[in-house]
């Protein structure tokens, strides 16, 4: 489809707007984003509760449409009927820029779809944010966004990432903040630093780093660390730690010094990503060992 724009306003007819908008202070939102929202016909907001506290800061008035989590299915569809009608629409999340872990991927995906130009506003993002601020130099960055609530499925999903280089970060409910460390720390060790940034951008913005071992104890010092919406960096997995016969090598060696040959298996597994079994093998020969001597680990 063309992309059209009205002349009078700036904005395309026929066009969706994903527009990122503030995480806590209300003044950081960019001056294109604004006037794309003063121009659009529509503006569909997770909750318009919220939404429209920012455009009455900024004296817009606007057509607001609800499109949330539960009826976002239905909302893409309603959309799509005002694209056709020729007119513009805005789309944004309560903070931060929709489809990051927000809704708006759903709506985004059916106007693609359906033949419709997409255009994004950038600006605010919680993880770029405490990125900026953390000091890991993050060239390469996984965001995890959040994890499962389920203590099981958390543990195991982290067991996957505990050998990624990359820095990883992580959105948490503050009610889950600690259980969510806890488990990061026994998944990676507590010898790596975290970024903890709690309410950032807002008046009780917190952003705190340390080595995750003493993590949660910082958490239970005072009840206030435990309030308000929390995004954590967690530093990578040094490089010399990936994957490699080399560098399987360099990790047992080191560790077989130190500790008995299983609890070294173990922790290189956790190092490595590197299978249980061929490092138990590896590790038999680097001590000295028949390979066939003992069998498998237990």
Known sequence: ????????????????????????????ITLRALDVLKAVDVIAAEDTRVTVRLLDRHGISGKLVA??????????????GMLAEGKSVAVVSDAGTPGIADPGALV???????????VPVPGPSAAAALLSVSGFGASQFLFCGFLPSRAAERRRGLAVQAAETATL????APHRVIEC???ICAAIGGDRDIVIGRELTKIHETVHRCPLEVAVAWLQTDEYHQRGEFVLAVQ???????TGDADADA??????????????????????????????????????KSTDQGGAPA
């Open 1 to 28: 489809m063309v992309h059209s724009v009205n002349a009078e306003s700036g904005v395309g007819r026929g066009t969706l707007y994903v527009v990122a908008t503030p995480i806590g202070n209300l003044s950081d």
């Open 67 to 80: 499109v949330h989590e539960h009826n976002e299915r239905r909302a893409a569809g309603r959309i799509i």
């Open 108 to 118: 985004v995906a059916a106007v693609r779809d359906a033949g419709y130009v997409v």
């Open 169 to 172: 970060v992580f959105y948490e």
């Open 181 to 183: 460390v806890t488990d």
């Open 236 to 242: 990578g997995a040094p490089e010399m730690l990936k």
């Open 251 to 288: 990790v047992l060696g080191i560790l077989l010094d130190e500790l008995p040959l299983k609890q070294a298996v173990a922790l290189a597994v956790k190092l490595t990503g590197g299978s249980r079994n061929a490092l138990y093998q590896r590790a038999l020969v680097l001590k000295g």
